[in-house]
């Protein structure tokens, strides 16, 4: 299984770059991370943009970029808070069926409704607001971090 994490944004700080990196290249083959950076919409200075039209272009752009015959998951702040434990199950759940896993991140206006309308599930990483260049350091983690407890790796100790 592949997870593919597309994420809206291509201009990301080194820290964001260094702290991605570094958990994707942690996780083995079976559940490799393969991140696709999506262009953000062009957002003017100085004017007032028409954020429906921003996102709904960014969301046209995302799902066509999810590969063929994947599990569609939505980040956002609506969707099922996971604790460790059951977002190892879950995980365990993706392996079993072996399909790949496209995870969506939108953008700093967020998601546009239409990918949450077609993902078959939506995670929410905390009751926060978190900077979206964030979520992709920490989507790494948490499943690098589900991984080591499915496979009582040392890592997470909980």
Do not use: F
Not at 32 to 45: D, H, Y
């Amino acid at each position: 299984m592949k997870i593919h994490l597309l994420a809206i944004g291509t201009r990301m700080p080194d820290w964001v770059k260094a702290g991605y990196a570094d958990y994707a290249a942690r996780l083995p083959r079976e559940c490799a991370l393969n991140l696709v950076e999506i262009p953000a919409a062009r957002r003017g200075q100085g004017q007032n943009p028409d954020l429906t039209r921003l996102m709904r272009d960014e969301g046209e752009r995302l799902l066509a970029a999810v590969p063929s015959g994947s599990r569609l998951l939505a980040l956002d702040e609506r969707g099922r808070h996971w604790d460790t434990a059951e977002l190892a199950a879950q995980l365990a759940g993706w392996l079993r069926e072996g399909r790949d896993l496209s995870l969506l991140v939108g953008g700093p206006d967020g998601l546009d409704p239409v990918c949450r309308g077609r993902a078959e599930q939506l995670w929410a990483l905390s009751r926060l607001t978190l900077p979206h260049p964030l979520v992709r350091v920490l989507v790494a983690e948490q499943l690098y971090r589900a991984w080591s407890l499915l496979h009582h790796h040392p890592y997470h100790r909980a």
